[in-house]
C-alpha cells in the first residue's frame, strides 16, 4: 500500500517567518500526492495537489510544494506565515483500494503554530 | 465545505444504539468518502463508493454500514457492533477519472460521542 509520513507532530513558527511543513512518501509506480489543511471543528480544505510536470507546485492562500523524487518528498511552504495559517495540515497520496478502486491514504497530520 | 453538508454537527448515543449520520453533496460527484479522525491517528477510511448502488470498505469498515441509493447522499451507519463509536466523522465527495483520483471535498464533519 501506498503511504505518507508526516514526521513532525508540531511545527512552530513565528509569524512572517517562512514555514515549512514535511512529508515523505511510500509509493509504487507514479505518486500522486495532496495537501490539505483543516481549522478546529471543520472538514478539509484542499490546498494543492501533484499529479506530474513542474516540480514546484502552486496552491491555495500563498502555500507551494516541491515534489523532489530522489528524497520522496512533498514539503508544504509558504514564505512568510500568518496568525491565520495555525490549523491542522495532511499530507495524503493516492493509493489503490482491493478492489482496485482509486482512494487516499492520510498522513496522521502536523499541527501548525503561528506565533504572533 | 464547499457543497456538500453534514448533519447533524453533533450527535450523542447511548450505548448499544445504532445511529446514522447523514452526508448530502450538490457538486454532481460520483465518488464519495466516510473517514473517522481520532485525535494523533489522521483520516482512516471506513466506506466509499464510486458509484451509485455500489461501495467498498475502507481499512475500519467493521461496526458500520452505508447505502448509496442516489447519487448525492452516502448515509453512514454506526452499529452498536462498533466498539469505540467516539470520533469525529467526515465525508467526502470527487469527480470520478478514469485512471486518475481527483481531490476530495470536505463535509464540516459530524461529532459523535457514545454516552
Known amino acids: 500500500a501506498q503511504s505518507v509520513a508526516q514526521p513532525e507532530d508540531q511545527v512552530n513558527v513565528a509569524e512572517g517567518n517562512p514555514l515549512t511543513v514535511k512529508c515523505t512518501y511510500s509509493v509504487s509506480g507514479n505518486p500522486y500526492l495532496f495537501w490539505y489543511v483543516q481549522y478546529p471543528n471543520r472538514g478539509l480544505q484542499f490546498l494543492l495537489k501533484y499529479i506530474t510536470g513542474d516540480n514546484l507546485v502552486k496552491g491555495s492562500y500563498g502555500f507551494e510544494a516541491e515534489f523532489n523524487k530522489s528524497q520522496t518528498s512533498f514539503h508544504l511552504k509558504k514564505p512568510s506565515a500568518l496568525v491565520s495559517d495555525s490549523a491542522l495540515y495532511f499530507c495524503a497520496v493516492r493509493d489503490r483500494g482491493r478492489e482496485g478502486n482509486n482512494r487516499l491514504a492520510f498522513g496522521k497530520g502536523n499541527q501548525v503554530v503561528v506565533i504572533p | 465545505d464547499g457543497g456538500i453538508t453534514q448533519s447533524p454537527k453533533y450527535l450523542f448515543r447511548k450505548e448499544g444504539q445504532n445511529v446514522t449520520l447523514s452526508c448530502e453533496q450538490n457538486l454532481n460527484h460520483d465518488a464519495m468518502y466516510w473517514y473517522r479522525q481520532d485525535p494523533g491517528q489522521g483520516l482512516r477510511l471506513i466506506y466509499y463508493s464510486q458509484i451509485v448502488n455500489d461501495f467498498q470498505k475502507g481499512d475500519i469498515a467493521e461496526g458500520y454500514s452505508v447505502s448509496r441509493e442516489k447519487k448525492e447522499s452516502f448515509p453512514l451507519t454506526v452499529t452498536s457492533a462498533q466498539k469505540n463509536p467516539t470520533a469525529f466523522y467526515l465525508c467526502?465527495?470527487?469527480?470520478?477519472?478514469?485512471?486518475?483520483?481527483?481531490?476530495?471535498?470536505f463535509g464540516p464533519g459530524t461529532r459523535l460521542t457514545v454516552l
Open positions: 467526502a465527495s470527487s469527480l470520478r477519472t478514469s485512471g486518475r483520483l481527483n481531490e476530495q471535498f
